[in-house]
């Protein structure tokens, strides 16, 4: 096979031919110092992606374990239930932090698909980002946290935590109207506090996170993945 020179990549692209031409060339191989880059990029977003799972298997496992506890007896207290609600959202802070370390490398590493290699496997569809290269070295140079902690929650919170709370939520409501001894709302208080009072704050911090998960905002993280309806075609 006869080696294709810089100029077969995309003739129309004179000011950024290289990027993908480069992709075909020997000091552009597996052994290069970029793709040495690259794979160390796609490493540390592997181990912060690991550490998202590890906080949220744990997280389930707590779930799971008090919800066992408060049905196993009907003499259990329901306020049990909302103790494991606050170990989540402690479970959800600690996450939302982890996920902003993840979305560093994942930024990077999307950079250098999205200018690179996507750019060297198609070059019709042109540069993404013609200023890649001034970004990333920047970024090299003073790595800084790119979005913020209410974003990063909300990331979190559509994922897998509203789910989480859903379910707290459900079989609270469950233990409070059919499986506690007393009828609601007096089932739902909370020593002086009333069941009432109880059910209402429940539901209004509930509602809070519907809010912040789903409330319009510009999106400031990289992307990850992006749906497609079933059917459809490019």
């Known amino acids: 096979m006869a080696k294709r020179s810089t100029k077969d990549v995309d003739p129309t692209d004179a000011e950024h031919r290289e990027v993908g031409a480069g992709l075909l060339e020997e000091q552009m191989g597996p052994s290069s ?3 040495h880059l690259y794979r160390g990029e796609v490493h540390r977003m592997q ?14 496992i707590v779930m799971s374990a008090i919800l066992t506890w408060a049905f196993s007896s009907q003499n259990n207290p329901h306020y049990i239930i909302l103790l494991g609600t606050t170990a989540l959202v402690a479970f959800l802070f600690i996450e ?3 996920y902003r370390g993840y979305d560093i490398w994942r930024g990077r590493v999307r950079m250098f698909q999205r200018n690179v290699f996507a750019y ?19 970024d090299y140079r003073r790595p800084v946290i790119k979005i913020s902690l209410e974003e990063s929650i909300a990331h979190r919170l559509r994922r897998i935590y509203l789910f989480l709370f859903s379910v707290m939520l459900g079989a609270w409501s469950i233990h409070v109207v059919t499986f506690a001894s007393r009828p609601w709302p007096d089932s739902a208080a909370i020593g002086p506090i009333s069941g009432l009072l109880v059910t209402g704050i429940v539901v209004a911090l509930y509602l809070v996170a519907v809010g912040i998960a789903f409330r319009p ?11 497609q309806a079933v059917g459809s075609h490019r």
């Open 33 to 35: 110092s970029l793709a």
């Open 120 to 138: 060297g496997l198609d070059a019709s569809g042109g540069l993404e980002d013609p200023d890649w290269r001034r970004k990333l070295g920047q």
């Open 217 to 227: 905002r510009t999106w400031q993280a990289e992307d990850e993945l992006h749906e």
């Open 47 to 60: 181990v912060w992606r690991e550490r998202l799972d590890q906080t949220t298997n744990w997280a389930v």
């Open 96 to 98: 939302a932090h982890r």
